[in-house]
């Protein structure tokens, strides 16, 4: 891929980002707008960040990935801003780094588009075709909407986004189809115990994978994923 086409595959990731940074930032605290569950999500998380397993009180739908990512986070966050210990800075500070976990997960979503849009150009060859999956990530007013949100529902629209990237490039025979089988199934037993709603995603790759083998393949490494998550 030429300089300037992946200058141009930037453009959209850099508009959502600028818009979206700004949406966070002017979004009333969590403290005030958004307790549930984003105060349950910051509490689990940091017991997740402590090495704390046994003292996750609380799962939703179950929403355990989303809990082990929020741990993640808050451990990135203090690394570069914290001011003391992690327990007692996340507890007196809890709205800034549910705004700077945010603003992470944020990042990493615009990371994925332009990953996204890289491998679809790689593939059709035409720059606008990428560019148009890309915007796809934000049709849905419901997804802008959660931008500036902190909870599990972020994390749904960003797998999805991933394996819709897989299956386009299994459709134009990119990748082969076992390996699309695992893929798609660890990438979907992640969704599934993000939201159990995920579940009418996760038909999508049985319906497109020929021969009973490779539902056994693609089975195996759903409930794989779906166990350890």
């Known amino acids: 891929m030429t300089f300037r086409k992946s200058t141009i595959l930037l453009f959209i990731p850099l508009l ?3 818009f979206y940074f700004f949406m966070v930032g002017v979004q009333a605290p969590a403290s005030i707008t958004g307790i549930d569950p984003e105060y349950v999500c910051l509490l689990n998380g940091l017991n997740v960040s402590l090495l704390k397993f046994h003292n996750i009180g609380f799962t939703d739908s179950p929403g355990t990935p989303f809990i082990a990512v929020t741990g993640i986070l808050l451990r990135m966050v203090h690394v570069f801003a914290g001011k003391g210990p992690i327990l007692e800075d996340v507890l007196l500070r809890p709205d800034f780094y549910i705004q700077m976990s945010s603003y992470l ?8 588009l332009f990953w996204g849009g890289k491998k679809i150009f790689s593939t059709t ?7 148009f999956i890309q915007a796809t990530y934000f049709l849905s007013p419901a997804i802008s909407m959660l931008q500036h949100r902190f909870n599990m529902d972020r994390l749904l629209p960003l797998i999805t986004f991933v394996i819709a990237i897989y299956t386009l490039l299994y459709l134009n025979n990119h990748i082969k189809t076992r390996k699309y089988a695992v893929i798609a199934g660890l990438l979907t037993g992640v969704g599934l115990i993000t939201k159990f709603n995920f579940v009418v995603v996760a038909i999508i790759p049985l319906m497109l994978l020929p021969a009973f083998k490779n539902w056994l393949i693609y089975g195996a490494s759903f409930l794989s994923s779906a166990l350890l998550s």
């Open 16 to 18: 959502a980002g600028i």
């Open 105 to 112: 997960l944020l990042l990493f979503t615009l990371v994925v």
């Open 125 to 131: 060859k035409n720059i606008y075709t990428a560019l």
